[in-house]
């Protein structure tokens, strides 16, 4: 059983910086891919970057330059340093584990609220 527990959701002003963790545990396989997605209120869930355990990153166009995603292998945990964050950056984040074609999990989620 694997679980991953998000942590470093809050509330943040426009133009301030967040950090989220994610911690995964359990029996997982060495060769895999962490991630960050999010869910806004009447959207779908999209990807905001992505870590593979060789260290290639993939972000989303909306948030290139301003967040990035870090990942300690030995400790199963994913980093999302998140700063200049706006207004459309608030949503409920979801860390992700996934490896071969169909393993996938994902964490509970974590609410990001950007507001003045």
């Known amino acids: 059983q694997v679980q991953l527990v998000e942590t470093g959701g809050g509330f943040v002003q426009p133009g301030g910086s967040l950090r989220l963790s994610c911690a995964a545990s359990g029996n997982i396989f060495s060769r895999n891919a962490m991630g960050w997605y999010r869910q806004a209120p009447g959207k779908q869930r999209e990807l905001v970057a992505s870590i593979t355990s060789g260290g290639s990153t993939n972000y989303a166009d909306s948030v290139k330059g301003r967040f990035t995603i870090s990942r300690d292998s030995a400790k199963n945990t994913v980093y999302l340093q998140m700063n200049s964050l706006k207004p459309e950056d608030a949503a409920v984040y979801y860390c992700?584990?996934?490896?071969?074609?169909?393993?996938?999990?994902w964490g509970q989620g974590t609410q990001v609220t950007v507001s003045s």
């Open positions: 992700n584990l996934k490896w071969l074609v169909s393993t996938n999990y």
